[in-house]
C-alpha cells in the first residue's frame, strides 16, 4: 500500500508550509515517509529491533513455545530463544499544543509543523511494527493515546481536530506522564520550549528516569529567530495576553543574542543528560527532523 | 522684519505636535501577537530609544509648515529702513500746536500746552525743534532751535485766537521745515482737538520722505454746556421815517444737555439793549427775536451775546448795518416820465431806487454826480450830451439806453456796446421774441431757473438793429439771431443797450412780469450796488479800497483789539481779518471810515471729532506703493505696509505646499 504514494516522490523535502495545506495527515504522513523509507533502500536501520538476541537454559516456567526445538534435537538439550526485548517498543510523542504553538509567520504555525511532523514520526514508527501513543498537554495533559500498534489511526485523528488554545507549562503534565510511561520505549517532545532552560530540563528530565529514550524537537518560526519586524508596535504575549511596546530596530540584535542563548543553553543542558536535542524551525522540510530521529535512534541502539 | 501680532508665536508650541506624532505614531499601529515576550521582556526598556526620529525628512516639512503657517498669522512685515534707524541721530521735531478758538473749550488748551512741553522736554541736545501754531493758518512760532526756555516761554504767551482749524495750511508749513533739514529723524507732531470740520480730505499735504507724523488728540468729554450763536437774520423796516431793525438770533446747542434758564442778550453801540431768556434742547436750536431797534447811525454796531459756558468764544455775534442807501438814477426821456419804467423804480427795499427825470438838453452835471446810472430812454442824444456821458461812464457811472424808433447817438461818440441801426417792424407776420439769454450774466442770472421768467412769451414788435462794438458782450438775443440786448464796459463804468423800448409802443415786455426784475437788474448791475455784509468770518480779508485814498492822511485799520495797522499807499490794499470784534477802516479827517462785523466761524464750534489715522495717512500717503512706501517715498504705518506686502499670503501658501509635500512624502514612505 505504501506503493500507492510513491507517485509523490520527494514529499518529504516539499516545504512544510505546502504540506499543511494538504489538511490530511494520514495522507500526508503516507507521503512523506514513504518516500522517506524508499530513500533508505538499504539503511542498516530497519528490521534491526527483531533481531535474534541470545539462546538461554530452559528453566521451569518459560513458554514451551519459546523453545528452540532444533537446538534441542542436535544437543538434547532445552533451550529458550530470546529475541531483541524491544524489538517492538512502544513510541510515544508528547506534543505541546500551548497557545504559543499557534504562531507561524510563513504560511505555517508551529503547531501545525508539529502535527504533520508527529503524523510522520508516528507512521514511521508504525511501519516498524511499533506500538504508536500520543500525548497533547498544555498546562495539563489534553489529550491522551496509549501507545498500541493500532493506534496508528487514533493517533492521527486526534491530532486533525486538536487546537491549541491555553497558556502551557511544561513541568506540571511532563511529571505527570513520567510517571506514567511505566515500560522502556522512546518518547518524542514537541514544543517551543518558552521557559528557563533549567525548567525545562527539571520538566523533562523525569521522562528518561525508566529507562525511556528521550528525543526533543525544539520548534521556532523563523520570526521568532530573527524578529525581523520594521515598526515600532505594541507585543502581545500570545499565552498570557501582556502587552509591552517594542521598538524592534533597537530590540533585534538583543533579541536574537537571547535566543541564540536560550537555543545554546537547552542544547547542552540536555546533551549533558544524554537527550537527544533537534531546534527545528518550520521553514525546514521534515526530511531533516526523520532523519535526526532515526539518526538518534542508531546512536542509542549502538550505545545499548 | 518685525511683526504686527506676535502673540501668535505662542503657538510654536504646536511645533511639538509633529515630534510628538513621529514618536507616538507607529505604536499606534495594529498589535503584533507574538508567542513569547519571555524575551522581549529581558530587553532593558530604554524609553530614550523610543524618541528616536526616523524620518527626518518627513520631520522638516511638517515643522516647517507649521511655522510658515504661524508666521503667515503673526503678519510679518519688512521694515524698509527709508528713514534714520529708531532710536539713532538727532531728530527734527516740529510741533503743529492748534490754536484755534474751539480749543478753548475746557481744559483743552492746557492740555494741548502741557503736551506741547512734554515733546520739547524729550528734546535731547543735538534735537532741534519748531513750534507752529496753526488754525486757518500756520505761524511759525519758533524755528529748528534746542532753547526749550523759550518754547516755555512762547507756550505761555501763547493762547487760543479766533480762527478755525484747517490742517492742510499747518502740514504744509511743516513738510517745508522737514524737508529743509539735514537731521536723520524727522518728526511731526499734532496737538489738536482734531474738529473733523478741520479736514476736508488730502488737501495734497503731503510730508515728505521719512517724516513720522504723531497725532496727540486733547479731545476730552464734550458733556459740558456750549451753545454758540450760529447766525441772525436781520429785518429792517420803516417806521416814522426811521429805518428800524429786527434782530433774530440763531443759538445752537451742540452739547447732550440741554441748556434751559439762560440768557441772551442784543447789545447796540457797546449798550445792552434787551435781554431774552433762553431754552435749548440737546443738539438743538433755537431762534430769538428781539425788539426793533432804530438804526440811529452810519456803522451802527450790535452784538449779540450768550452767557458764558465751555467754550465763550461763540458766544457773540457781532453785526453792523448802516442806514439803507437809494440807488440814485436819471431818466432822460422825451419830457414826460415814463410810467412803465418810474412804476417798476418806485418798487423795492434793497435797494431803494431814487429817480429823476430829465430832458435830454436838461441834464446837468449835477444831475450825472448825483446819479449811479443814467437812463436814455429812447431819446436823440446830442453830441454834447453824449461827451458827457461818455466821461461819466470813464469815471464809474452806469448809462442804460433804450433804442426806440427815435433813438439816436454821435457816431464820433465811442461808448456804447453797439451801433444803433435801422428799426426792423415786425408788426406783420409774427413778432418777434427774445431768445438766447445769457444766464451767466448777473442781469439774467436770475432768470435762469425754471419758471423764473420767460422772455420767450414777450412779443417785440419793433426794434433797432444793433451792430455790437468789438468788445461789447451780446446778452440776448431775438429770435432771428439779432442782438437784443448788449453790454460794454468803458473805462470804470458799464453801458447797457435794449433794442427796443421801454414802454408798449414797440413790444409788451413792460406789461410782462420779468420786465421789473430785468430793469431791477439792469439798474443793480450798471451802479455796481452790492448789499452791504453786517459782518464776515474771521479769516476772510478787508478790501481797504472801500475807502478811498485821502490827500494827506494815511489810511489806518484799528482791530478789535486795540493795534493799529497802517495801510501802505502802495501795494495790496488787503487786510486779513484775524479777531473776532469790530475793524474799523479809517481814512481822512476820520470823516469816511468803514466799519466791518467780523465773527467766528460757527462750524468750528461743532467738536465732532475725526480719527487723527485719517489726516495721518492722507499726510503719509494712504494706502499706495507695493514697497511699503509711497511713490514719493513717504512713509506708511506699519498696517499700511503690511497690507502691501502681504507676506502672510506668501507664507501661507508655502505652509499649505509643505503640507502637501508632506502628504505625498509620507505617502510614498509608506508604500514602502
Redesign the interface.
Known sequence: MAQDFQAIPGARFMDPAVLARIGNLELVARAVVDGFINGLHKAPYFGASVDFAEHRGYVPGDDIRRMDWRLWARTDRYYIKEYEAESNMNFSVLLDCSK??D?GSRGIT?FDYARILTACLTNLVHHQRDRVGFVAFDTDVVEHVPPSAKHMETVLHVLDRLKPGRPGSLKGPLHKLAEHFGRRGVLVVIS?F??EPDAVLDAVSPLRFRGNDLIVFHIM?PT?LEFG?N??????????G??????PE??RE??RS??KA?IDALAQSFSAVRVDYSMLNTTQPLDHALYRYLGGRAKMMKSR | MSFLAPLFFVALAGLAIPVLLHLTQREKKQIVHFPSLMFVRRIPYQSVRRRKIHNWLLLFVRLAALALIILAFARPLIQHDDAAPIGAGSREVVVLLDNSYSMGFGDHWQRATAAARDQFAKLSASDRATLVLFSSGADIQMRSTSDKTRFNAVLDTAKPGDAATRYSPALKVAGSIVAESTLPRREVVIISDFQRGGWRGEEGARLPQGVTITPISVQGAADRPNLSVTGLSLARSTFSSQERLTVTAVVTNRTERSVSGSNIALETAGLPVSNKPLNVEPGGSASVSFDPVTISSKNFKGTVRLADDALNADNSFNFVVSPSEPVRLTIVDRGSADLYLTRALSIGEAPRFDAVARQADAVSDEDLKRSAVVVLNDVDVSAGLARRLAKYVEQGGGLFVAAGPRATWPKDVDVLPAEIGNPVDRTRGDAARIGALEYGHPVFEPFRAPRSGDFSAVPVYGYRTLTPAKNAQVLARFDAGAPAVVERRSGNGRVLIWGSTLDVTWSDLPQRPVFLPFVHRAIRHLANYSEPQPWVTVGQVLDASVVPRGASTQRVVLTPSGRRLPIEDEGSDVVELSEKGFYELRGDNNQNHFVVAVNVDPAEADLTPIDPKEIVAAATGGSTGGDGSQPNGIPLTAEAREKNQRLWWYLLVAGILLLGVDTLVSNRMAKT
Not at chain 1, 501582556?242 to 521598538?247: D, G, I, K, R
Request: hydrophobic share 35%.
Open positions: 504559543s504553538m504562531y508551529k517551543d518558552y521557559d518560526d521568532e519586524f515598526d515600532a508596535q505594541p507585543f502581545e504575549d500570545l499565552e498570557s501582556e502587552q509591552m511596546p517594542v521598538v533597537a530590540f538583543e533579541y537571547l535566543v536560550h
